[in-house]
């Protein structure tokens, strides 16, 4: 594969000659799987060259390399190189490079597997309160991973590195970290304390009055307006995607996800080819927050963008998912914050100013048409999948039409 990306024949026999030899062909097949530049084969080979050097004049066996190698010859080396090898780009670039090369390694065996590091008594409580929260209660995994680490802070500040007696945990223990945090943090931070407490109630290491220390953050859910956009808002969010690219025509696709579907960044992102069915004319969301699946009408004007992308944009991969990486490594499936950097880019280069730029004001946006079109909040709870109708309820503060035929008049003062 190095005669393909490099044209000096003496470069090739350099690194061929190299102590990792054949590997840093492998590397480079590894790298065009994956669709990338040939600039960044030759600068990835050169890096890997430049590490072979530096092994073989350190003496360091190939079967001990691991991640801390790859971050001694970084940390330690680069800074202070004289080699007269190649550098291979900055010293991030050598080590996304040397990253790709320790896989490639791996995968064809030529160095053992890294040994997992023993968990230590924290890592054990965390890991059976994670199943828990995923099992039992159904929260989703991103939720569970934010708990476990608000968690995990909360035990370290407890127990340090030392052992865990969660009998040991106190009511002044939990108000002295919940107090510490930052306020905005505050609302997420004590959810995720009380569940804990939960957990260890149902466990038998405390009992129901710990739970009466975590202090309560005033939250008032229906407070507030929705944040949206007007009917011509959206419009000319939309008219900022440069549609003669693939790449506009794929942000273009998801937007109309968010605000016609009134889908999350993370369902866009996990969305499949198998989950629309083009005949019925229907979209199947797969289990989220609702922990089921859910089928959703395919808008004429959603399913046109999804077909002119699929057939005109979208890079050849085989993977099943509808949206997916157009740069480095193309073909690979993206998750929610690339849907997410998509709608703030189209927001800055749109130049509106309104009170937010991100996905869930799309969402917001699908609730409110659909309201004031006349849709019942039972109607928009089904297509949002909330799993409470009180949920659904703060869009019957922007149905302005009803609002007014139910209002009282107001009566006037006379001096």
């Not at 016609?260 to 019925?280: F, H, K, N, P």
Request: charged content about 20%; aromatic content about 6%.
């Amino acid at each position: 594969m190095l005669d393909r990306i490099f044209h000096d024949h003496r470069v090739i026999e350099r690194l061929r000659a190299s102590f990792l030899g054949s590997s840093l062909d492998d590397l480079s097949v590894h790298l065009a799987e994956r669709g990338y530049s040939t600039t960044v084969m030759q600068q990835y080979a050169c890096a890997g060259g430049h590490f072979a050097h530096w092994l073989e004049s350190r003496r360091i066996p190939l079967a001990t390399i691991q991640e801390g190698t790859i971050e001694l010859f970084v940390q330690r080396h680069l800074p202070n190189c004289r080699c007269a090898v190649p550098q291979g780009g900055a010293a991030h670039q050598i080590h996304a490079a040397l990253g790709h090369l320790l896989t490639v390694l791996h995968a064809h065996q030529r160095i053992p597997p890294e040994c997992v590091a023993e968990k230590g008594p924290i890592d054990a409580v965390i890991d059976v309160f994670n199943t828990h929260l995923l099992q039992a209660r159904g929260i989703t995994i991103g939720t569970g991973r934010e708990y476990s680490r608000v968690v995990r802070k909360l035990l370290q500040a407890k127990y340090g590195i030392g052992g865990v007696d969660l009998r040991l945990l106190t009511a002044i223990d939990l108000m002295d970290f919940v107090a510490n945090q930052p306020q905005r943090c505050k609302q997420n931070i004590t959810c995720a304390v009380r569940s804990f407490v939960r957990f260890l109630q149902l466990q038998g290491f405390c009992n129901a009055q710990l739970l009466s220390a975590v202090p309560r953050v005033p939250f008032r859910k229906l407070s507030q307006l929705p944040k949206y956009l007007t009917a011509r808002q959206l419009d000319h969010l939309l008219q900022s995607f440069n549609r003669r690219t693939a790449i506009g025509r794929r942000n273009y696709a998801m937007a109309l996800c968010l605000a016609y579907l009134g889908l999350r960044a993370g369902e866009v992102a996990q969305l499949s080819i198998d989950d629309i069915d083009w005949r019925a004319g229907t979209l199947c969301i797969p289990k989220g927050k609702t922990r089921r699946a859910s089928i959703l009408p395919l808008p004429a004007k959603v399913g046109q963008a999804l077909v002119s992308y699929l057939r005109a944009g979208r890079p050849k991969t085989f993977d099943r998912r509808v949206f997916v990486r157009h740069l480095t490594p193309k073909g690979a499936a993206i998750d929610g914050g690339v849907v997410r950097n998509a709608i703030r880019r189209a927001f800055e280069q749109s130049g509106m100013n309104v009170p937010s730029r991100g996905t869930h004001v799309l969402r917001h946006t699908a609730g409110t048409l659909m309201v004031q079109r006349g849709a019942s909040l039972k109607e928009i709870a089904d297509v949002l999948r909330h799993r409470n109708i009180n949920t659904t309820a703060i869009y019957a503060k922007v149905d302005m039409p009803t609002l007014a035929s139910v209002s009282m008049p107001w009566p006037e003062v006379r001096l």
